[in-house]
């Protein structure tokens, strides 16, 4: 998508749905690739944490250096599994699992990006974007994304969707690195750690989708937005209900 239409595409989908935040794209970028201009690059910060940023509005970059959380790192190739994590004794100590088998299971499991594939990540919010993003990811209340579901399935052709996640790296893998290498939409609930360390709501989850994907989703969504959203939230036969019961 050229420029323009990248900055459009955010601001519609912001606007048709009410988002509270901006959608944010990210860009996977090899090493050596020049750093985009504008952007800050972030030092002591978890993924989840930069995602936080662009969806408020900045443009941030993360390298090897820069991401401080090792379950992502190892997820993007840039760093190995620390060993605590690896035999999941990691999520003992987090109260995040009861046995360490559970949480060794749970890594074992992880989608990942080999080695030496990205150099850095760059998070940009989509509504005042440049750049094409590999990825879309939207963190906002569930009814909101409900409706970007709704407009991927149609992009799809009605195929049901699917969303895979250990309820852990709910941002880096099952946001991001699972759209990327399975060309496919993927939500879940959240983790312990986006939660804990970002300012994502009790009744926020995230999803992220194929940026290619953006010209066909949003395409959708104004469908949408002309009839079934506003009638979904106008709520008119359960106002009918509940004013029966009331004059009963």
């Known amino acids: 998508m050229p420029t323009i239409e990248v900055r459009t595409a955010g601001q519609q989908m912001a606007a048709i749905l009410g988002l509270t935040g901006s959608p944010i794209g990210v860009r996977l970028l090899a090493p050596g690739q020049p750093q985009p201009e504008g952007a800050l690059p972030l030092r002591q910060h978890r993924y989840c944490q930069a995602l936080m940023k662009a969806r408020r509005g900045q443009s941030v970059t993360l390298d ?7 379950a992502a790192a190892a997820a993007f190739g840039f760093k190995p599994l620390p060993e605590g994590l690896a035999t999941g004794k990691g999520l003992v100590g987090f109260g995040i699992v009861v046995e360490a088998s559970v949480g060794a ?4 499991g992880m989608p990942r990006l080999e080695p030496g594939r990205v150099g850095s990540v760059h998070l940009f919010p ?11 990811i939207v963190e906002d209340e569930v009814e909101k994304l409900m409706w970007i579901g709704l407009a991927y399935l149609n992009a799809i052709g009605g195929r049901r969707l699917t969303g895979s996640t250990a309820i852990l790296q709910a941002t880096c893998v099952d946001s991001t690195i ?3 290498l399975e060309h496919r ?3 879940g609930y959240g983790c312990y750690g986006c939660r804990e360390a970002t300012d994502l709501a009790p009744g926020e989850a995230v999803l992220g989708f194929p940026g290619p994907l953006l010209p066909a989703v949003l395409s959708t969504l104004e469908f949408l937005g002309g009839k ?3 009638n979904s939230r106008a709520k008119k036969p359960w106002k009918a209900l509940a004013g029966a019961e009331a004059g009963a």
């Not at 005042?128 to 879309?136: L, N």
């Open 64 to 70: 090897a250096e820069g991401l401080s959380c090792p």
């Open 105 to 108: 299971a749970m890594f074992a």
């Open 126 to 136: 989509l509504d005042v974007g440049r750049d094409q993003p590999d990825v879309v």
């Open 178 to 180: 699972m759209p990327l």
């Open 185 to 187: 939409l993927n939500y």
């Open 228 to 230: 079934a959203i506003a």
